[in-house]
């Protein structure tokens, strides 16, 4: 989900610069120099700055942002099952298999987190009761 909201931030935000400088510097020159700041800014603010960010500061991300995600997730969910339902359907026209539903199973999280308090892993406990919160939540 998030992938796809990024994906979608950024053509609209390629389309939009693509038409400001086109206006401002004329075809010729306004789409090779439209094409290439816009690239730049991508990769800085939309990339590198984040990703950094997030990298020095796990913990902080994490408890920021995982709820907003959650509800975001909720909210968007008939959205995302119409599309892998569609994305499923056309893999098989094509040849291809549909990828599993999960890669890792409840129980081997609820493994490894286990296995992470028993360590004494301290600096992500937290983080670790806030994904046991979340798996107990959604027992089937």
């Known amino acids: 989900m998030v992938l796809t909201g990024v994906s979608f931030t950024e053509t609209i935000v390629v389309f939009m610069g693509g038409v400001l400088f086109v206006a401002w510097?004329?075809?010729?020159?306004?789409?090779?120099?439209?094409?290439?700041?816009?690239?730049?800014?991508?990769?800085i603010f939309a990339k590198v700055v984040p990703k950094t960010f997030a990298a020095t500061h796990p913990e902080r991300v994490a408890l920021i942002y995982?709820?907003?995600?959650?509800?975001?997730s909720k909210g968007l969910s008939p959205l995302i099952t119409a599309l892998s339902w569609i994305a499923a359907r056309f893999s098989r026209v094509v040849g291809g298999r549909p990828m599993p539903r999960a890669l890792v199973t409840k129980e081997e999280i609820g493994t490894i987190i286990s296995m992470g308090e028993e360590e004494g892993v301290e600096?992500?406990?937290?983080?670790?009761?806030?994904?046991k919160a979340v798996l107990k939540e959604h027992k089937p």
Do not use: H, K, M, Q
Not at 25 to 43: D, S, Y
Not at 66 to 72: A, E, G, Q, T
């Open 25 to 43: 510097f004329g075809e010729a020159i306004g789409t090779p120099v439209g094409i290439l700041v816009i690239a730049l800014a991508l990769l």
């Open 123 to 131: 600096s992500f406990n937290s983080i670790l009761r806030e994904i």
């Open 66 to 72: 995982s709820r907003p995600v959650d509800w975001l």
